[in-house]
């Protein structure tokens, strides 16, 4: 976003936390209840490669997708009207986030091949009675806080020339906060992939993004006290939400070397055998030897299934490259990316299909 955007930096950047700490404790609840959940993350990805393709604040990616969560929460919606309601998320996320200039105009929506793969054609008119319709939903309210919307100011203080890494006094400052940086964009983005981060508070989301980034790239102490006094959470309050994210990172780390494996395999013609652990770059970049980062068993709470998403724009640093036109391609295909889940799409609810009718 513009500098005039970074209210981080301000003098009310103080103020306008404390706005946002107050306003997310009076978010609406989510049940998880919705019968097309297993669609979830076919829709979050089709709304992150639009939010890309026009580059879009991650603030409007991440309320576009709370958008989506809270609508299939509480509605029975056919597959064909869901990618109207999740392009009118999106709409509405970037009216509310993003400057004028920059909200997708209807005629480059429809040109995009997600939309002729889907053979979907917006028009004015439904895209005006759908926003509408969320517009209501949500009782007009859109100031919904993510946790994008509180990763910068945690990122204001993330590192410190302090900070010691692998026990040693770090060489750069300012190219360590660009690793740090880029690993919480790497987090922050997982946490879309999994209705299960719906269930910790979207500030909690964003402190673990940073302790978990500070984990990968070594620094000590990882919860250091400002950052406690900051954010309000303690390190033990931030494990079991950092624990899902690093078991994504973990689980990116050997799919990204599976696949290098097997290329390596057909250049060569012989067997390629690679650690699973983390990659040299972030050690080399740095200037200190690195440490593998320990392999963790899934926490029971963890849906077995996850991933974290392949159209993510800034892949962790030394990690898996997640971002390539093949896996987003394949990513809009549903049958072939929906996890299975044990929600019955028969299942109705108070407010159903019929509202679409009026």
Not at 112 to 121: F, G, I
Not at 286 to 307: E, K, V
Not at 332 to 350: C, E, G, I, N
Request: with cysteine.
């Amino acid at each position: 976003m513009e500098l005039e955007d970074q209210w981080w930096k301000g003098q009310l950047a103080a103020d306008i936390y404390q706005a946002l700490r107050y306003k997310e404790l009076k978010l609406p609840s989510y049940k998880g209840q919705s019968p097309q959940l297993n669609l979830r993350r076919y829709f979050a990805d089709l709304i992150a490669i639009v939010s890309n393709r026009f580059r879009l604040c991650p603030a409007a990616r991440h309320l576009a997708v709370y958008l989506l969560d809270l609508f299939m929460d509480r509605y029975d919606v056919t597959m064909q009207q869901l990618h109207m309601v999740s392009l009118s998320c999106l709409l509405l996320a970037s009216k509310f986030e993003e400057r004028e200039d920059r909200v997708p105009k209807l005629e480059t929506l429809n040109s995009l091949t997600c939309m002729s793969s889907v053979n979907l054609v917006l028009t004015k008119q439904g895209l005006l009675h759908m926003e509408l319709l969320l517009l209501e939903t949500f009782q007009w309210n859109l100031y919904l806080p993510t946790a994008a919307h509180f990763i910068e100011y945690y990122l204001s203080i993330a590192v410190h020339e302090a900070d010691l890494h692998d026990g040693w006094p770090m060489t750069s400052l300012e190219k360590t906060k660009l690793y740090m940086a880029k690993y919480a964009d790497y987090f922050l983005e997982v946490s879309l992939q999994d209705h299960l981060f719906l269930y910790f508070a979207p500030s909690m989301v964003a402190a673990a993004c940073v302790a978990a980034s500070r984990l990968i790239l070594h620094l000590s102490p990882t919860w250091p006290p400002r950052l406690q006094r900051l954010t309000g959470y303690s390190w033990e309050s931030l494990v079991p939400c950092a624990e899902k994210l690093l078991v994504a990172h973990d689980s990116d780390v050997k799919e990204a070397n599976k696949q290098k494996g097997q290329q390596l395999c057909q250049q060569q013609g012989q067997p390629v055998y690679h650690s699973s652990g983390q990659s040299a770059a972030v050690a080399q970049y740095l200037h200190l030897p690195g440490l593998p980062y320990p392999q963790q068993a899934p926490p029971a709470g963890l849906a077995p299934n996850h991933r974290p998403a392949s159209y993510l724009s800034h892949p962790a640093p030394g990690g898996p490259q997640c971002g390539s036109a093949p896996a987003i391609a394949a990513s809009l295909d549903p049958k072939s990316t929906m996890p299975s889940r044990a929600y019955q799409v028969s299942m109705h609810y108070p407010c159903t299909a019929p509202c679409f009718e009026r």
